[in-house]
């Protein structure tokens, strides 16, 4: 893919993975536009007067639940990046209707509009909490990853392709836990809501270059899946302040011990690559692509954050930590 006569679109443009989407645009792949696409003008300031004024950016307000806007938006754009989410579990649990408006009304709306533009590729973020959700923000994006895998049965003789990208926390995004412990060790005591827990981890880095990566391969229908390492809570304490107190909170509403990111429902369209999974939909439209090394994998296989067979050791992860400062 030619990336330097692309005009590429990201919704949620301000947001941890908005802004290390466009460092890494500008950086390595010189898009012809970048249009930043989010709701709030104090942060498109700020990220503006921040390094990002690049003459390539456009900085577009407007919010995915208004589609005339994303309408106005898309028009000659030829990639979309939807990042743009209520992800916070709790606050997505006490604002039901506005979690799902933005993450599925919203998800609506980008399709509707991309289809009336003719964009060529649509990638939406997914998480590990749309895999057998138990909460609120998980039930909205497992079903704005049905709505995307589905839209392509709509784009009749478009070009237009919808796919997405799942992955697991983030290291360094503001919604990550690694800030909270950061800010409790200056109090000599971390709270952890069950000391079973166990987490996938990916670096804001290694999640923009997966997605990118992903939109240069994709067919339009696939859920891609990195493979990345998991890593026990209560070592991830230890990276970050050993030599503090543990205080249990008991787990909070929505919350999983262990995190999954392919069910074994998943894994009968599933194959494997060296560097990731790609779940196949199971649909007319789709046709058998040939992915390079590709293999099926194996009945009742489960990617699951407890027995995933990569690990970080404390060391490990505070170094991923110090790269993304």
């Known amino acids: 893919m030619e990336w330097n006569d692309r005009v590429v679109l990201i919704t949620g443009g301000t947001g941890s993975f908005g802004k290390k989407f466009a460092e890494v645009m500008l950086k390595e792949y010189h898009p012809k536009k970048l249009i930043i696409f989010s709701r709030d003008e104090l942060k498109q300031h700020e990220m503006q007067n921040g390094g990002f004024d ?3 950016i456009r900085y577009f307000i407007g919010d995915v639940r208004d589609v005339d806007r994303l309408r106005r938006a898309l028009r000659g754009v030829d990639i979309v990046v939807h990042a743009a989410a ?9 604002n039901p209707i506005e979690a799902v408006l933005t993450n599925v009304m919203g998800a609506r709306n980008v399709i509707e509009a991309s289809l009336d533009c003719g964009v060529e590729n649509i990638m939406a973020l997914s998480t590990d909490k749309a895999v057998n959700p138990i909460n609120l923000y998980g039930a909205t994006k497992l079903v704005a990853e049905k709505l995307f895998i589905q839209a392509n049965s709509y784009r009749g003789d478009k ?8 992955y697991g926390n983030v290291i360094g995004s503001r919604g990550s836990v690694i800030p909270l412990f950061i800010s409790q060790k200056n109090t000599g005591k971390i709270t952890v809501t069950d000391p079973r827990m166990t987490r996938f981890w990916i670096t804001l880095d290694q999640g923009v270059q997966f997605v990118i990566s992903c939109i240069e391969k994709m067919h339009g229908g696939e859920i891609f899946v990195p493979k990345i390492p998991s890593m026990k809570i209560l070592d991830l ?5 050993p030599e503090c107190k543990i205080e249990h909170t008991g787990i909070r509403p929505g919350e999983k011990i262990h995190e999954i990111l392919i069910s074994e429902d998943e894994v ?4 494997e690559t060296d560097d990731m999974f790609i779940i196949q939909p199971v649909h007319p439209w789709w046709k058998s692509w040939d992915w390079e090394g590709g293999k099926p994998m194996q009945e009742g296989f489960k990617y699951s954050s407890d027995s995933n067979s990569r690990w970080l050791n404390p060391a490990q992860l505070k170094e991923m930590i110090l790269e993304c400062k």
Do not use: D, G, P
């Not at 209520?86 to 006490?94: I, M, P, R, T």
């Not at 009968?268 to 194959?271: D, E």
């Open 237 to 241: 304490v230890k990276a970050v302040a």
């Open 54 to 56: 690049h003459e390539s």
């Open 159 to 166: 070009n237009t392709k919808f796919s997405c990208v799942r």
């Open 86 to 94: 209520l992800k916070q579990v709790l606050a997505c649990e006490y």
């Open 268 to 271: 009968r369209t599933t194959i």
